[in-house]
Nanobody
């Protein structure tokens, strides 16, 4: 379904690019694609999303101006470019997809991002 990768241990101010490979179906079949993150003892929050055309883009205020969501339909992959990382960005990051207008129902397994200050 969705295979997310690209996490790692970096220092504050560094950059990382997360990838979400869609292994079942084509990217155009999904209503919306998004990236969530979950820090220890916190809820899983949506931080960025886009529609199947790569438009109607949403960013949470906590990442606006630093993170960019984009996709390459030729590779059937969605990316999250993360710049100017901060310690508070430390979390497990999940890609997810919606097949309709309501909930995200397809999930990756998550990739850990740790930012040291």
């Amino acid at each position: 379904q969705l295979v997310d990768s690209g996490g790692g241990l970096v220092q504050a101010g560094d950059s990382l690019r997360l990838s979400c490979a869609i292994t079942s179906g084509h990217i155009f079949a999904y209503y919306r694609l998004g990236w969530f993150r979950q820090a220890p003892a916190e809820e899983r929050d949506l931080i960025a999303s886009m529609d199947w055309a790569g438009k109607s883009i949403y960013y949470d205020d906590s990442v606006k101006g630093r993170f960019t969501i984009f996709r390459d339909h030729t590779k059937n992959t969605v990316y999250l470019q993360m710049n100017s990382l901060k310690a508070e960005d430390t979390a497990v990051y999940y890609c997810a997809a919606r097949t309709g207008p309501n909930e995200y129902t397809v999930w990756g397994r998550g990739t850990q991002v740790t930012v040291s200050s």
